[in-house]
């Protein structure tokens, strides 16, 4: 199954500063690749689609990029609100497979 | 809305049986491929078990095969994951997923449940 990893694993950022996130996929996933925001005690909520497709409710600030094996999930100024694990997840071949995940921590 | 809201979860000693449901509301769920998928602590999410719109599919992974099982009751919008010789490394909350594509399956999920906590210890 493809591995995908994620860097780094935790990512301290002053809010206003950019946020910069990485997923790395084990062979070519194409632009088959979404992000999931989690915060603590709920479930995944779906960001990012086909890569640089935003899902409903999440602003502009939010940002996708790559194609084949790297992936970027760029945040360019951070709100409070935006403080969570995001995990990035293929489902260009079966199983669909998920990275390990950053914390967006407060610095 | 789209609303899924887990239930079962609990505490069982190894060897043992549970069975979680799912209910869904908000949206036309017979038409839709449903997953669970499960996160266990500080580890990545896992998926675990996938049925498709019609029930006519079934996949599951390596780890639960042959133990567990998924259906669904369109009728009741419900859907199901019967989990027989529970081991300790099977506890996580599970979260049931809908799939974001009608019909043909996407695998990547546009609405989870709350999640539900399995703990699985003697």
């Known amino acids: 199954e493809i591995v995908m990893t994620q860097s780094p694993a935790t990512l301290s950022v002053s809010p206003g500063e950019r946020a910069t996130l990485s997923c790395r996929a084990s062979q070519s996933v194409s632009s088959n690749v979404v992000w999931y925001q989690q915060k603590p005690g709920q479930a995944p909520r779906l960001l990012m689609s086909?890569?640089?497709t935003r899902a409903t409710g999440f602003p502009a600030r939010f940002s996708g990029s790559g194609s084949g094996t790297e992936f970027t999930l760029t945040i360019s100024s951070l709100q409070s609100e935006d403080f969570a694990v995001y995990y990035c997840?293929?489902?260009?071949?079966?199983?669909?497979?998920f990275g390990q995940g950053t914390k967006v921590e407060i610095k | 809305q789209v609303q899924l809201v887990e239930s079962g979860g609990g505490v069982v000693q190894p060897g043992r049986s549970l069975r979680l449901s799912c209910a869904a509301s908000g949206f036309s769920f017979s038409y839709y491929g449903m997953f669970w998928v499960r996160q266990a602590p500080g580890k990545r999410l896992e998926w675990v078990a996938y049925i498709s719109y019609d029930g006519s599919e079934k996949n599951y992974a390596g780890s639960v095969k042959g133990r567990f099982t998924i259906s669904r009751d369109d009728s009741k919008k419900t859907l199901s994951l019967r989990m027989n010789s529970l081991r300790p490394e099977d506890t996580a909350v599970y979260y049931c997923?809908?799939?974001?594509?009608?019909?043909?399956?996407?695998?990547?999920?546009?609405?989870w449940g709350q999640g539900t906590l399995v703990t699985v210890s003697s």
């Open positions: 997840q293929q489902y260009n071949k079966w199983p669909p497979t």
């Open positions: 997923a809908k799939d974001w594509a009608v019909t043909t399956p996407a695998a990547y999920f546009d609405s």
């Open positions: 086909g890569v640089s």
